[in-house]
């Protein structure tokens, strides 16, 4: 498959580095260029038939790559198991849906044939979630390497953490600030929901709401596109359907595009936290902007700036943490 994308300068990554914690300084690009030369090549060649065999798994990889730095930083956190004695962050309620671990394994297995016990599990899933991206036909970014992998997983804090599918942008923007991105950097990486689908739970009470003694149910937001909203409700039988998934970029759910912003534009963005980016005059600002269609460059070269600055938050390096043979189990 042919990677043709844009690729951001390494000077740029230089300068997010340096704005960064002092921790991100020890991340560098060429990182394993002596333990493990090939690593990037690795897996991009495993990613390539991963996309390949399942192309819808591109937008869940990459969103397990967003719901392990907003917990812990970048440390791999979420793809441990959970044990005996401890609820992991992958089955707190917010994670129940994740998926992609599998692949995960698959592309560590052939790093540690390769290379044993030198490449984290954390830059494994930051380099697949680039490459996913990419295969997605979206951007190309250079990735600062040098994570070290967490010894530690709770699904209490997944749970408090992670920003909420209903939330409000002032919500969003404290979660968003906590770990140091901005509000640009919250309306460019919902830009991410152009890839992969959601249950019914996820957005159902933009649909439907309990009514009255006899359970009768009621659209009860109206910030959505009754049209789009009376074809949701075609899949979305109830509150608690989980039989059917909605694709969150209708029509290009595969494709790393910019016509997510064109649906939220137009009201017709999947959850409460699409909408309400049109609440908000910057958001708002850039939606609009974006959803012209005349700014994917601008949109590509955005995205990418916000994910190195994602995939730098709460990294550890150095002797911090583990490299973890096996990214479900601490060694």
Known sequence: MAIRSLLLPLAIVAVLA??????????EIGFYSKTCPQVEEIVREE?????????????????LHFHD?????????????????????????????????GSVERVKAKLEAACPGVVSCADVLTLMSRDAVVLAKGPNWPVALG???????????????????????????KIFASKDLNLKDLVVLSGAHTLGTAHCPSYADRLY????????????DPSLDSEYADKLRLKCKSLDDRSMLSEMDPG???????????????????????????????TRDYVQRVATGKFD????????ESMIKMGNVGVLTG?????????????
């Open 297 to 304: 460059a601008e949109f590509f070269k955005d995205f990418s």
């Open 18 to 27: 340096a704005s960064s914690a002092a921790a991100v300084a020890q991340l």
């Open 69 to 101: 730095c907003f917990v812990r930083g970048c440390d791999a956190s979420v793809l441990l198991d959970s044990t005996k004695g401890n609820v992991a962050e992958k089955d707190a309620k917010p994670n129940k849906s994740l998926r992609g671990f």
């Open 252 to 282: 290009s759910y595969k494709t790393f595009d910019s016509s997510y912003y064109g649906h939220v534009a137009k009201r017709r963005g999947l959850f409460r936290s699409d909408a309400a980016l049109l609440t908000d005059g910057t």
């Open 147 to 173: 994570r070290r992998d967490g010894r530690a997983s709770s699904a209490t804090e997944a749970s408090n953490e992670l920003p909420p599918a209903n939330g409000d942008v002032p919500l969003l923007a």
């Open 319 to 331: 002797a911090e943490g583990e490299i973890r043979k096996k990214c479900y189990v601490l060694n």
């Open 47 to 63: 990613m390539v038939k991963i996309i390949a065999a399942a192309p819808s798994l591109a937008g869940p990889l990459l969103r």
């Open 209 to 220: 709401n309990a009514t009255g003694n006899d359970g009768a149910y009621s659209l009860v």
